[in-house]
């Protein structure tokens, strides 16, 4: 056996290229008789390849906003209409409206077609008429109403309806004659509820905006209303309640002396905007060795602008993307942020990230949870490969993580690469594998570097020893 050494330092001639291209000083020729082999002896480099990059095209996010303009003013709902008859002086129940008696709990019920009143008190009678038209809201309406013996459910009937709360109207009269000593104040309280069992309170959106207050200089049949308070809503209840709080004590005789004189609720259509324009925007990570903290941190930064957030589970290492939605939005208003889809253009960023789909729709404060845990070891082997011509060929089954994929010659060895950053990578060939070549001339050997994603890389240090072994044929 003939024995041809080569002791390769890849700074030389090529530190910047993707491969290593030996230039034998004299041909290695190879005769009927005999037979070649190449033998890897030892590798040795600096892990000094960032796990983001451009170059592994996994530094990009593409955020896709679709403008929203709300251009609707929520409209009333037409409970009025649908349970009086406002043709007739004084306006009287359609002959289709229903009224019915719980005086086990003390509720009348009117029923229309489309909606259902519910009103609570503890004077209910069977057959005696207690309420009065307050989505009518004339100045003589006077109902009936403390926080502590009263409420309004609203019930929707017609289960297509599909728009919800958004805003509402109502007034409180002084009926009594009495002059006020401290200012008394009121608040509407509203929930919603899908079954009339469970409420859920229904924030007022700006503060105090529902606060109604009569002084010592109100006096008797002064009527005081807040008109549109906006709400923070965006579900469509079956019910709707409405109660008062106020500044009285259960005992005060003067509890009673203030009644509700008007009730308007105007409601938002599933979908209260138009689509405007399309932005996309590519949010660039910056080349780098990153840690699950640092990628999720610096992820967090590039979305934050866009009222999205990004956390890391601690339990399971699977991302969570909000779009965080503070709804404080009244018409008319643009939001440059209506929707956001969140796109991850290769597998090498969708490995990272742990998301599977390359395009990803978010919905308004909800957590978006990634399929499985992230994944920052973007070169778990570096592989090598050379344009000698194997006699028994290798096979592989590697997975494209970009568009810089490329086809792998003849795999000579991979190496483990998942070491700390900054580390030295050293293999040596205890195993003795050499593979024999069909070639019969030698004038250059050119290795090339992949990871295994089939990406080549351009690993600026390497030092190699191997060696072409020449046999006789026996």
Same mark, same amino acid.
């Given at each position: 056996m003939i024995q041809y050494n080569f002791y390769i330092d890849k700074n030389k001639d090529n530190k910047y290229n993707n491969y290593i291209d030996v230039?034998?000083?004299?041909?290695?020729?190879?005769?009927?008789?005999?037979?070649?082999?190449?033998?890897?002896?030892?590798?040795?480099?600096?892990?000094?390849?960032?796990n983001v990059s451009s170059k592994l095209q996994n530094n990009i996010i593409k955020i896709n906003r679709t403008t929203f303009i709300y251009d609707q003013q929520p409209s009333l709902m037409d409970i009025l209409e649908d349970i009086y008859d406002t043709t007739q002086t004084p306006v009287i129940y359609n002959s289709s409206t229903v009224l019915s008696y719980d005086t086990?709990?003390?509720?009348?019920?009117?029923?229309?077609t489309n909606f259902k009143i519910h009103y609570k008190d503890f004077q209910i009678i069977d057959g005696v008429d207690s309420f009065d038209n307050i989505f009518y809201g004339t100045t003589p309406i006077e109902l009936k109403f403390n926080e502590f013996d009263n409420y309004i459910i609203v019930e929707k009937l017609d289960n297509t309806n599909t728009d919800y709360l958004r805003q509402v109207s109502y007034g409180i009269k002084k009926t009594t004659a009495n002059s006020l000593t401290d200012d008394e104040t009121f608040r509407i309280i509203v929930k919603g509820s899908h079954d009339n069992i469970t409420y859920y309170n229904i924030p007022i959106m700006v503060t105090d905006s529902e606060l109604i207050t009569f002084t010592s200089q109100n006096i008797q049949d002064a009527i005081i209303d807040r008109v549109r308070?906006? =709400? +923070? &809503?965006?579900?469509?209840?079956?019910?709707? $309640?409405?109660?008062?709080?106020?500044?009285?004590?259960?005992?005060?005789? =003067? +509890? &009673?002396?203030?009644?509700?004189?008007?009730? $308007?609720l105007f409601s938002w259509t599933q979908q209260p905007y138009?689509?405007?324009?399309?932005?996309?925007?590519?949010?660039?990570?910056?080349?780098?060795f990153y840690k699950s903290t640092t990628y999720i941190s610096k992820i967090k930064e590039l979305l934050t602008p866009y009222n999205v957030d990004i956390t890391l589970n601690s339990l399971n290492n699977k991302v969570n993307i909000t779009h965080n939605l503070v709804d404080t939005i009244t018409y008319p208003f643009t939001d440059p942020n209506g929707l956001i889809i969140l796109q991850f253009t290769t597998l090498n960023i969708r490995n990272n990230i742990g998301i599977y789909n390359e395009f990803n729709t978010l919905i308004y404060n909800n957590a978006f949870v990634g399929d499985t845990n992230i994944d920052l070891v973007n070169f778990k082997k570096i592989i090598l490969t050379t344009n000698l011509d194997f006699t028994n060929k290798t096979h592989n089954d590697l997975i494209g993580g970009n568009n810089a994929e490329t086809g792998v010659g003849n795999i000579l060895l991979w190496i483990d690469n998942d070491e700390a950053p900054f580390t030295c990578i050293k293999y040596k060939n205890y195993e003795d594998s050499s593979y024999r070549i069909e070639n019969k001339t030698i004038n250059n050997i050119l290795f090339t570097i992949y990871n295994e994603k089939t990406q080549k890389i351009d690993l600026d240090n390497m030092l190699i020893h191997f060696e072409i072994q020449k046999f006789r044929l026996k």
């Open positions: 230039k034998l000083d004299h041909p290695i020729i190879c005769y009927d008789d005999e037979y070649l082999k190449i033998k890897i002896l030892d590798i040795q480099y600096l892990n000094n390849l960032y086990d709990n003390d509720i009348q019920f009117i029923t229309g308070i906006n =709400l +923070i &809503n965006r579900i469509n209840y079956k019910y709707y $309640k409405f109660s008062l709080n106020s500044s009285f004590e259960q005992l005060d005789p =003067l +509890i &009673n002396g203030f009644k509700l004189n008007s009730l $308007k138009t689509i405007g324009s399309n932005t996309t925007t590519d949010l660039i990570i910056p080349d780098g």
